[in-house]
């Protein structure tokens, strides 16, 4: 449901007193009518001084074709600012940064520590080599992982989840707050948490200090082959604060000395030494899942993200750069994945009326249909039968030199747009036939477990665990009352990640305006007739150019491509695919130039 909301300018309508025209920066929202009544002060007297100032508008009733009638609810501030843009941004995705009030610290753990009575029913950890692997900056430490040999050669691993759901307590006024939240936002230049920040703080699985979590523990092979495992709730004190670039110098150096200041401080007595150990022990079953997980048919798709530097002293963007996906973070990802995975199973097989589930259903066939016809015209040939088939198609073209990886971020961006969005269900609340698969993972069931300081989905699945356990009662709750929840993550999930964009998109284009002209290489991702869309290699960013911005004494010409097309549907319209040739004036400096430009061309 649309919150009748939009971000825009306000202006006067000539020769009518009694309504200002509000014009939203959404070009799909009608413009909206405002009465005098709602108007800013002193815009009746000088309507100039606010032709710069982004208001927020709410559509009250739209009766007319053209135009809607409404009100100004929200000055955001000058248009271009960073922190009005960020601000805008948040609104027009009816997200809300307001931090809690002083009216929620009732709910709030009145000491650190933790109850003896705990220590009575979870599994004490602390003296275990538990540890951490996150982002140099973070501070949201969600998951730990343990690692030990056993007599029998085989290795007991465990991925350790703070257990947040023990400290939000369902239905109280906080529950209902962060449940309407549902998630984190991640903007360039703050974070708004989902969590009191006290909250988050007390579940942060910080170095040194008791924890409570979910522990689940594999007894596995070096193989990766899994032989048994379990689910506990825990306690746990992680022994030191690695970030990925810590890891990832012990994957790449195993026999390196540390210095003293070259690794966090280590508690509990572990040393460096062992901690290398630990995680090229977790790096070899990893490696092994992960090509398991591939043979299963897995896909991945990356499409290029960037982080960006930002000026102390003003907010502005100073660098940026490419966000690179690198062993250590693979390692993390692939026990996260088992864990989930692990965890989904169980509280269906516990209780598959209220099953907090995530689905990925299979692309649309038609979209998938048009994009392998229209690869085919340039050479490129993908099985779209299933994901492996699409992941094997892939592989056929990794290359390492420019044009090889150049390639790869078109074929990753354009196979991303027939992909359907991942969704969170209640599997009580579906068809009984409905499939549960996650088609990018290829595995039959997945649930979000590992991140409950960030995503209320988890503490639903917590609490379900919690339940399966025998730590509580199953939760009272109805299908449908989940599945109402379900679709309010799915939709906060949605508009934090589209808002997480736009941030990225608004402070690289502040980057720009500072640091022009700015020349990038670009390869070309789309043609039509009149126009190309390129994607820069360096941002990730699309681009339209149409053919009438090529230059001066620039000519040009298109030419449509034909399409092979199989009779397999009627239904099916493979578009039209152009060809544009391009012809670039000979100068003082350069010969005369022919290109033709089509998918592909740098």
Not at 117 to 129: A, H, I, P, S
Not at 283 to 294: D, F, G, P, W
């Amino acid at each position: 449901i649309h919150p009748r909301t939009a971000v825009g300018f306000l202006e006067p309508i000539e020769k009518n007193k009694e309504f200002a025209l509000f014009t939203p920066r959404d070009k799909r929202i009608p413009k909206i009518k405002i009465p005098k009544i709602s108007w800013p002060s002193g815009f009746q007297s000088n309507p100039k001084l606010y032709s710069d100032i982004l208001f927020i508008s709410k559509i009250s009733e739209w009766k007319e074709v053209k135009y809607a009638l409404g009100t100004i609810i929200e000055n955001l501030g000058l248009n271009g600012d960073l922190k009005v843009e960020s601000l805008a941004i948040l609104r027009e995705f009816c997200l809300d940064p307001t931090p809690y009030g002083d009216d929620i610290k009732e709910f709030l753990p009145k000491s650190s520590d933790i109850p003896e009575k705990e220590f009575d029913y979870r599994e004490d950890l602390r003296k275990q080599c538990v540890f951490t692997i996150d982002p140099l900056t973070a501070r949201d430490l969600d998951d730990a992982v343990s690692c030990k040999e056993l007599p029998n050669g085989n290795f007991e691993v465990g991925v350790h989840i703070s257990d947040a759901s023990y400290y939000l307590k369902e239905s109280t006024r906080l529950d209902e707050l962060v449940k309407s939240k549902a998630t984190t936002i991640y903007m360039v230049d703050n974070v708004y948490h989902m969590l009191p920040v006290e909250l988050c703080l007390q579940c942060s699985l910080l170095p040194g200090l008791d924890k409570l979590a979910f522990s689940v523990f594999w007894e596995m092979t070096s193989s990766g082959e899994i032989l048994n495992e379990r689910v506990s709730r825990t306690v746990i004190n992680s022994c030191v604060q690695l970030a990925y670039e810590h890891a990832q110098i012990m994957i790449e150096e195993p026999q390196k000395i540390f210095d003293d200041d070259q690794l966090p401080v280590i508690h509990n007595g572990f040393t460096p030494e062992y901690l290398t150990k630990v995680v090229n022990n977790l790096q070899m079953i990893a490696v092994n899942l992960r090509e398991k997980r591939k043979q299963n048919g897995a896909l991945q798709i990356n499409q290029v993200k960037i982080s960006f530097s930002l000026d102390p002293s003003t907010g502005q963007p100073s660098d940026f750069w490419i966000y690179t996906n690198k062993a250590a973070h693979r390692l993390i990802e692939e026990f996260m994945l088992l864990a989930n995975m692990t965890v989904a199973k169980r509280i269906y097989e516990a209780f598959p009326d209220l099953a907090f589930l995530r689905l990925h259903e299979a692309p649309k066939p038609t979209m998938m249909y048009e994009l392998q016809k229209n690869l085919e015209t340039v050479g490129i040939h993908i099985d779209i039968s299933s994901s492996g088939g699409i992941q094997s198609s892939l592989n056929k073209y990794v290359d390492d030199d420019f044009l090889g990886r150049s390639r790869m971020v078109v074929l990753n961006h354009l196979l991303a747009k027939p992909m359907q969005r991942a969704k969170y269900f209640c599997a009580g609340a579906v068809e009984k036939d409905t499939s549960f698969g996650h088609f990018a993972l290829s595995i039959p069931i997945y649930t979000h477990f590992t991140s409950p300081i960030r995503r209320y989905p988890d503490i639903m699945t917590h609490r379900l665990l919690a339940a399966s356990l025998n730590y509580c009662d199953k939760p009272n709750w109805i299908p449908e009352e989940v599945a109402y929840i379900a679709e309010n993550c799915n939709r906060q999930k949605y508009h934090a990640k589209k808002a997480s964009e736009a941030s990225s998109d608004l402070y690289l284009a502040h980057f720009i305006e500072e640091h022009q002209p700015y020349i990038q290489e670009a390869v070309v991702v789309d043609t039509k007739e009149r126009s190309i869309d390129v994607i820069i290699l360096n941002t990730g960013s699309v681009v339209r150019i149409y053919t009438n911005n090529f230059g001066e004494n620039v000519t040009w010409k298109s030419e449509e491509i034909k399409v092979q097309q199989d009779n397999i549907s009627e239904d099916i319209n493979v578009k039209k695919m152009w060809k544009i040739y391009v012809k670039f004036p000979k100068t003082d400096t350069e010969v005369e130039t022919l290109i033709v430009l089509e998918i592909f061309t740098l």
